[in-house]
T-cell receptor, first 112, second 116 residues
Framework: LAKTTQPISMDSYEGQEVNITCSHNNIATNDYITWYQQFPSQGPRFIIQGYKTKVTNEVASLFIPADRKSSTLSLPRVSLSDTAVYYCLVGDINTNAGKSTFGDGTTLTVKP | EAGVAQSPRYKIIEKRQSVAFWCNPI?????LYWYQQILGQGPKLLIQFQNNGVVDDSQLPKDRFSAERLKGVDSTLKIQPAKLEDSAVYLC??????????????FGPGTRLTVT
């Protein structure tokens, strides 16, 4: 089971780019990296998933170095509405092998 | 596409009472998960169903918690008897494909349980 480590909290200002890093030193060969966003009083929402190098969608980018022992979620030009908790998960999506566990996440606060 | 539905949204009970939560996943989603989220912590997986079979219930406190997913669609999570430490938000999620909880999941709004 790959354990993940994220900063507890981060502050940013509107319009800035925010990078949240997740450490997963014991990631397995078949593990994927997934990020979720959670607003207060809501369930988590899938943001992005990747295996290696770079993945980009309409809301974020995910950077994964060659050794895959860490990953960085990049949010371009954040707004106040991006204030939320962000979770990094690592796990094998193809089989029932192992488990994927939510850590305590990173609380991002965007200020005006 | 309708999302994951959960009810009730809020529940307050006294310790030693019983409570049940209901979840209706997204249509066609084979996998259903129940999580417990204590304030300030990330969601903790309690149980995972694949259709109507249990895939993983290793973190379910089986002496007081039970869950079922009849006919592979709706699911019910029950706590009997409740303890103060069960106060949390109970989240239901579903995913289209088989696999571990690493696969993309769609979460419901949760049920906030307060045990007094």
């Amino acid at each position: 089971l790959a354990k993940t480590t994220q900063p507890i909290s981060m502050d940013s200002y509107e319009g800035q780019e925010v990078n949240i890093t997740c450490s997963h030193n014991n990631i397995a060969t078949n593990d994927y990296i997934t990020w979720y966003q959670q607003f207060p009083s809501q369930g988590p929402r899938f943001i992005i998933q990747g295996y290696k190098t770079k993945v980009t969608n309409e809301v974020a980018s995910l950077f994964i170095p060659a050794d895959r022992k860490s990953s960085t979620l990049s949010l371009p030009r954040v707004s106040l509405s991006d204030t939320a908790v962000y979770y990094c998960l690592v796990g094998d999506i193809n089989t029932n092998a192992g488990k994927s566990t939510f850590g305590d996440g990173t609380t991002l606060t965007v200020k005006p | 596409e309708a999302g994951v539905a959960q009810s009730p949204r809020y529940k307050i009970i006294e310790k030693r009472q019983s409570v049940a939560f209901w979840c209706n996943p997204i249509s066609g989603h084979a996998t259903l998960y129940w999580y417990q989220q204590i304030l300030g912590q990330g969601p903790k997986l309690l149980i995972q169903f694949q259709n109507n079979g249990v895939v993983d219930d290793s973190q379910l406190p089986k002496d007081r918690f039970s869950a079922e997913r009849l006919k592979g669609v709706d699911s019910t999570l029950k706590i009997q008897p409740a303890k103060l430490e069960d106060s949390a938000v109970y989240l239901c999620a579903s995913s289209l494909k088989r696999g571990t909880a690493a696969y993309e999941q769609y979460f419901g709004p949760g049920t906030r349980l307060t045990v007094t």
